[in-house]
C-alpha cells in the first residue's frame, strides 16, 4: 500500500489526496508508512532479493532440481543461506522440481524449443521425419544423456556423437544431472575437434528437448563455439533415433552387464568400453565394415591426428 500513499501524495498527481486521508482510507498507520518512505527497502528485503535471485537462476537452469539442490548452487553463487530459507523462497514463489512435486494438471503445454528442428523432413506423403546425414566431420553432431543405478546412487552420463563418423567427440559423466552436465560433454567434443585441427563452427547439435539442453548455459555454450542449436519433438524418441542406438549398445555392453558398486567402477568401465571397443574395436556396417577411428583415419586423415 506504501507506493500507492505516495503516488496520491505526489505534487504531478491529477488528484492529490493528502497521507492523512488515504492512510485513514486503506485503514494504515502514518508512522510506519513515514519509516518505510525513508528507507523503501531494507537491508533484510535486498538480501532476501538476492537470494531468491541466485535460487531463480540456478531453477532455471535446471528446472527438476528441488530446493535442497538449489541452495547448493546458491552457494556457489556467492549467496549461501539455510535449507530452511531456500524452503521459505522456493514455497512462496512456487518453485518446484519439476518431477519431483505433484501437482493438478494446469492446461498447460510444454514450452517451446530454444532451437528449430534442422533434422526434420517431410517426405511425399506429408510424413515427418528425421535423417542423420552428414557428409563431413563436425558437420552435425547428436548428444543425449542417460542414467544408470550404482550401489553409491545414480551416474548420469552426456555424450556427442558425430554422425559423419559415429565417433563419440565428447562425453561428461557426472553424480548429478545438471545443465553442466551437458556444458563439459560439449566443451570437451569442441576441444577434442580443435586439438585434431577440425572446425566446430556452423555444426549442428541436435538433440531432445531435455532441460539440460534448453538451459541457458547450455545454450550459451553453443552460440559461444559458433555452432547451430537443433531440438527434436517432446516425447519422440525418433526424433533423436540415432543417439538412443548408441545408449542402447552401452546399456547392454555395460551398463546392465552386472551391478556396479560405486559409480567409480561403472565411470571407468563406461570410459574404457568407448574410448577401447566403441571407438577403435566394433565394426559397424553403415561404415563399411571400418570402426569410427579407422574410418576418420581413412576419409580425413588430418581430423584424427590424435586419436
Known sequence: MYPLVRELAAKDAPVRVPV????????????PYYRWLKCPITDAELRAAYRANALFDAHRDDPEFGYRFLVDEANEAGEPMAERTAWRICSELGWWSS???????????????????LCAVIDRHGVTRHEFIANS??????????????GEGKLYVCAIKDVYSNRIVGYSIDSR????????ALNNAVAR???????????????????????????????RHSMVGSMGRVGAAGDNAAMESFFALLQKNVLNRRA???R???????????ERTYHRRRRQASLGRLTPVEYELIMNPAVIKAA
Open 177 to 184: 544431472m545438471k545443465s553442466s552436465l551437458a556444458v563439459a
Open 20 to 31: 492523512a486521508v488515504t492512510c485513514r482510507v486503506l485503514d494504515i498507520a502514518r508512522q
Open 260 to 262: 556396479w558398486a560405486t
Open 99 to 117: 518431477h519431483g512435486k505433484k501437482r493438478g494438471s494446469n492446461g498447460k503445454k510444454p514450452g517451446p524449443p530454444v532451437h528449430d528442428d
Open 193 to 223: 575437434r580443435r586439438i585434431e585441427g577440425g572446425d566446430v563452427a556452423g555444426c549442428v547439435v541436435h538433440t531432445d528437448r531435455g532441460s539440460q539442453f534448453r538451459s541457458r548455459k547450455f545454450v550459451h555454450a553453443i552460440n
Open 264 to 274: 567409480e567402477e561403472l565411470r571407468i568401465a563406461i570410459v574404457t568400453w568407448i
Open 137 to 150: 566431420p563436425n558437420e552435425l553432431w547428436l548428444s543425449d544423456i542417460t542414467e544408470h543405478w550404482t
